[in-house]
C-alpha cells in the first residue's frame, strides 16, 4: 500500500508565479491536511479538507493561498503570486475517517522563491 | 501560541545513551502522538498515547504523559546513529482535527 504522495518534492519560483503543490492520500483515505513548516520550525496546520469539501481553513493565509480535493484525482494547495517569505516546506497528511488519531504524511514539497 | 514546547531544542548523546526529550502542551487534549523526521525528509508517526495514559512502549521507546502537568516525555534507550534526527510532539487540542506541533528537538547520536 503505497504512502502519501507529494509532488513536485522541489519546486522553484519567481516572485509573482504561481505554485501548485499535489497530495495524493493513501489508499482509502478521503480526509486531507495541509501543513508548513518554515526552517528550524515544528509544522503549522493549514487546511483540512474532505472529498470535494473544506472542513477547516483556520490556518490558511486569508490571501493568494487556496486548497481543493475534488471528487477525482489529487487534492491541491495553489499559492498565487508567491513572495519569498512563502519559501517552506508543505506537508500533506491523510487519514481513513473523521477523528481518527494518527495522520499520515508525506515527503513534503519544498517550495523555494527566488 | 504555541501549543507544543519541546526541550531541549538540541541534544548530542553517545551511541548507546538514553535520550529523553519533553513536551509541554498548554490546552486540554485527547491524546498526544510523537513523530521523527529525518533531516529534510517527511514525518514518520512514532507513538501515540491517549490522555487517559500515562506510559506507553514501542520497542526502544518509551512515552510518558502527566495531564496534570501538561506535559509529556520521550526516552529513547540504547540510541543508535540512525536515531539522529528532530522530534516532535503534536497534540490534538482536545479532539479537534488539526495537530499542533511544537518546535522540535534535534538529537544528534554520535557513533
Known amino acids: 500500500n503505497a504512502g502519501v504522495m507529494q509532488n513536485p518534492r522541489h519546486l522553484v519560483r519567481r516572485r509573482g508565479q504561481e505554485a501548485r503543490l499535489r497530495c495524493s492520500p493513501m489508499k482509502g483515505h478521503s480526509h486531507v491536511y495541509w501543513y508548513r513548516q518554515l526552517p528550524e520550525e515544528g509544522l503549522k496546520f493549514m487546511v483540512y479538507?474532505?472529498?470535494?469539501?473544506?472542513?477547516?481553513e483556520s490556518g490558511m493565509p486569508k490571501e493568494r493561498f487556496s486548497a481543493e480535493f475534488p471528487k477525482e484525482g489529487p487534492s491541491i494547495l495553489r499559492i498565487q503570486q508567491v513572495v519569498r517569505g512563502d519559501s517552506a516546506a508543505y506537508f500533506c497528511a491523510s487519514s481513513p475517517q473523521r477523528h481518527t488519531d494518527t495522520q499520515y504524511f508525506g515527503p513534503g514539497t519544498r517550495l523555494t522563491v527566488l | 501560541s504555541q501549543q507544543g514546547e519541546e526541550d531541549p531544542q538540541a541534544l548530542s548523546i553517545q551511541e548507546g545513551e538514553n535520550a529523553t526529550m519533553n513536551c509541554s502542551y498548554k490546552?486540554?487534549?485527547?491524546?498526544l502522538q510523537w513523530y521523527r523526521q529525518n533531516s529534510g525528509r517527511g514525518l514518520v508517526h512514532l507513538i501515540l498515547i491517549r490522555s487517559n495514559e500515562r506510559e506507553k512502549h514501542s520497542g526502544r521507546l518509551r512515552v510518558t504523559l502527566d495531564t496534570s502537568k501538561k506535559s509529556s516525555s520521550l526516552l529513547i534507550t540504547a540510541s543508535r546513529a540512525a536515531d539522529t534526527a528532530s522530534y516532535f510532539c503534536a497534540t490534538d487540542q482536545g479532539g479537534s482535527e488539526k495537530l499542533v506541533f511544537g518546535k522540535g528537538t534535534k538529537l544528534t547520536v554520535n557513533p
Open positions: 490546552t486540554s487534549i485527547n491524546n
Open positions: 479538507l474532505q472529498k470535494e469539501n473544506i472542513i477547516d
